[in-house]
């Protein structure tokens, strides 16, 4: 195995990203953002830079405490193409071949990257809202399902490529689908290959709502403006809340529910809003 100076490592690849030119936009409104993957002739596929800002994006946001809500999306034509194929054979092939680490160094981009940018979308204590514009392909397809809302214009393709190229399912996609379409539905899913197009992932409840691609961006902005106008810690605790129950029993459900509940009842925002019901029934 040759260990030489040009022999790409995690850490070689992430720094020499750092002078790359803007594949991410990030536009801020009051209290929600809309981040744009912006490689739009390429598809936007998850090549080094454009994944390494699109996480620090995320991060920067969720760290923001004035941000509610977040889209994301892609520059039209697509959403994301998903892995850049040619980072899997200029890099991801040498590095597993030839870098000391070996597969380590993958497992390294995988996980810290990749996954650490579906953990940053499922772990935010902000509503994370998926525009499916188009193209939603392996890794791209994986970022939109670990949302909170998946909204889906007509012109959205979702395309779990994996397969197709000789891999399987990753970044959470095969948890997200299994327990969206069972186990043979997911699994014809993946061994297929074939497409869904908006229409058909809306109808398979992989969406919650299809749109005419030019209101797209508009109905995500509309749920922003719902977010908004919740008390502020309504989101946080109930996507916590709903994110573990995916894997609980009734019984433990229903423990933290009951657990988490009275924290409510000593809100302003909770006995506010008790008080303006109370008056407008004239109780």
């Not at 009734?250 to 019901?277: D, G, K």
Request: one cysteine or more; a negative charge; proline letters at 5%.
């Amino acid at each position: 195995m040759s260990t030489n100076a040009d022999t790409p490592t995690y850490d070689q690849i992430v720094a020499g990203a750092s002078g790359a030119p803007p594949l991410v936009a990030v536009q801020r409104d009051g209290e929600h953002a809309v981040i744009v993957m912006d490689d739009p002739k390429r598809l936007n596929p998850l090549s080094v830079p454009l994944t390494l800002q699109l996480h620090e994006a995320l991060r920067e946001l969720v760290r923001d405490p004035a941000i509610k809500a977040i889209v994301l999306t892609g520059r039209d034509p697509a959403f994301s193409a998903g892995g850049d194929l040619q980072l899997m054979t200029d890099v991801a092939h040498r590095m597993v071949d030839e870098s000391p680490g070996g597969t380590t160094e993958a497992w390294r981009w995988i996980r810290n990257e990749f996954g650490g940018i579906a953990r940053a979308i499922a772990r935010a204590d902000k509503a994370v809202i998926a525009a499916v514009n188009g193209v939603a392909a392996g890794v791209g397809l994986a970022f939109a399902l670990a949302c909170d809302l998946i909204l889906v214009s007509e012109r959205a393709r979702l395309v779990p490529a994996f397969g197709r190229i000789g891999l399987l399912p990753e970044v959470g996609t095969s948890w997200q689908l299994t327990r969206r379409l069972g186990y043979q539905g997911a699994f014809a899913l993946f061994a297929g290959g074939r497409h869904l197009s908006g229409a058909e992932a809306h109808e398979l409840g992989l969406a919650n709502e299809l749109h005419p691609h030019e209101a797209l961006l508009d109905a995500a902005l509309g749920w922003c403006a719902r977010i908004e106008a919740l008390p502020g810690h309504v989101v946080p605790m109930t996507k916590a809340q709903l994110r573990q129950c995916a894997d609980l029993t009734w019984e433990q459900a229903i423990t933290m529910e009951e657990l988490a509940e009275p924290n409510c009842f000593t809100t302003q925002a909770h006995r506010e809003a008790v008080r303006e019901l109370l008056a407008g029934s004239g109780g």
